[in-house]
C-alpha cells in the first residue's frame, strides 16, 4: 500500500485547492479512495437550504408537479419528443418562477433542454453538420438554448453549494452537485475536444455556437482545465468517475505526465 505524502506547495504557486488535490492524487495511490477531499453528508439536514424559509406545502406541491413532468419525459415516445419536451420546459417555467430557488427544478431544465437540442439535432438539415447529438450544442442555431442550459446548471449548482467548503449537505444537495457539476465538465470538455480535433470549424462553432458564457475562452487548455475543476467538484460530492477524469484532465497533471515520460525516455537511452 503506498504511503500517503503530503503535497504543500509554496506560496509562490498559488495553487487552487483543486489542483493541490490532483497533486496529492497523482503522488498517493491512495488519495482517490480517501475522505480527505469528500464532501461530508448528512442525512439530518434539510434537502436544500435555499428552499428553508418557503412554504413546505407549497414546496411539495411544485416537487409533485416536477416529478410529473419528469415521468413524463422518461416515457415519451420518439415521435413526441419534441412536443413533449418543449412543453415540458413551459411547465418547468413555471415551476421555477413559484419557487425560483429550489435547485433541481434548473438542473432538470438543463437536462431538458440538451435532450431537446439533441432530438432537434436528428433532423436530416442538421445530422449533415453534427456528427453525434452532442456536437449539435455548438451549432449556432442552437446558441440559445446552449446558453440558457449554461446558466441553468451554475444556478442550481450555486444555490446548492454550501456557503463554506468544509460545511456538510444532505444527500440531496450532494447527489445534484455531483450531477450539474459532472454535466458541465462533460460540456466544457466537449468544446475542447471540438476544438482539438477540427480547429477551424469547431473554432467557428465555439464562436458563434454552445454557451455564450464560453466564447471568450480563448485556449483548449483553460476549457479542460475548468473541466477539471468541475469534475473535481462532482468527485467531492460522490461521483468516483469524476474524480478519475479531473486528475486526467488537469493541467499539472499532464506535466507530470509529460515529465516522467521525459525521465523515462533519458533513462532507456542510457541502455542503448
Request: glycine residues 4%; negative net charge.
Amino acid at each position: 500500500m503506498a504511503t500517503a505524502t503530503g503535497v504543500s506547495p509554496s506560496p509562490a504557486t498559488h495553487l487552487s485547492s483543486n489542483d493541490a488535490a490532483v497533486l496529492q492524487a497523482l503522488f498517493d495511490a491512495d488519495s482517490s479512495a480517501s475522505s480527505s477531499t469528500l464532501a461530508k453528508i448528512d442525512s439530518s439536514l434539510p434537502s436544500f437550504p435555499s428552499i428553508s424559509s418557503l412554504d413546505p406545502s407549497s414546496i411539495q406541491s411544485v416537487k409533485e408537479r416536477e416529478l410529473a413532468v419528469i415521468r413524463r419525459i422518461q416515457n415519451v415516445s420518439d415521435n413526441k419528443k419534441l412536443s413533449v419536451l418543449d412543453e415540458a420546459i413551459k411547465e418547468l417555467d413555471g415551476l421555477i418562477k413559484e419557487a425560483p430557488d429550489y435547485p433541481p427544478l434548473y438542473a432538470n431544465r438543463a437536462q431538458a433542454l440538451r435532450m431537446l437540442i439533441q432530438a432537434s439535432s436528428s433532423s436530416a438539415a442538421d445530422s449533415e453538420n453534427s456528427n453525434t447529438k452532442d456536437n449539435a450544442l455548438f451549432l449556432p442555431n442552437y446558441a440559445d438554448s446552449a446558453t440558457r442550459l449554461w446558466s441553468d446548471l451554475t444556478q442550481a449548482i450555486t444555490l446548492s453549494t454550501p456557503s463554506q467548503q468544509t460545511a456538510s449537505v444532505s444527500p440531496a444537495q450532494a447527489r445534484l452537485l455531483s450531477n450539474a457539476h459532472t454535466h458541465r465538465g462533460y460540456i466544457l470538455l466537449k468544446a475542447a475536444k471540438i476544438r482539438k480535433e477540427t480547429p477551424q470549424e469547431a473554432g467557428e462553432n465555439i464562436t458563434k455556437g454552445g454557451p455564450q458564457q464560453l466564447r471568450k475562452i480563448s485556449t483548449r487548455d483553460e476549457l479542460e482545465e475548468m473541466a477539471s475543476r468541475d469534475f473535481f467538484q462532482a468527485g467531492r460530492y460522490g461521483n468516483d468517475v469524476a474524480r478519475e477524469v479531473s486528475v486526467q484532465t488537469n493541467p499539472y497533471a499532464k506535466m507530470c505526465g509529460t515529465i516522467v515520460k521525459e525521465a523515462l525516455r533519458k533513462e532507456i537511452e542510457e541502455f542503448q
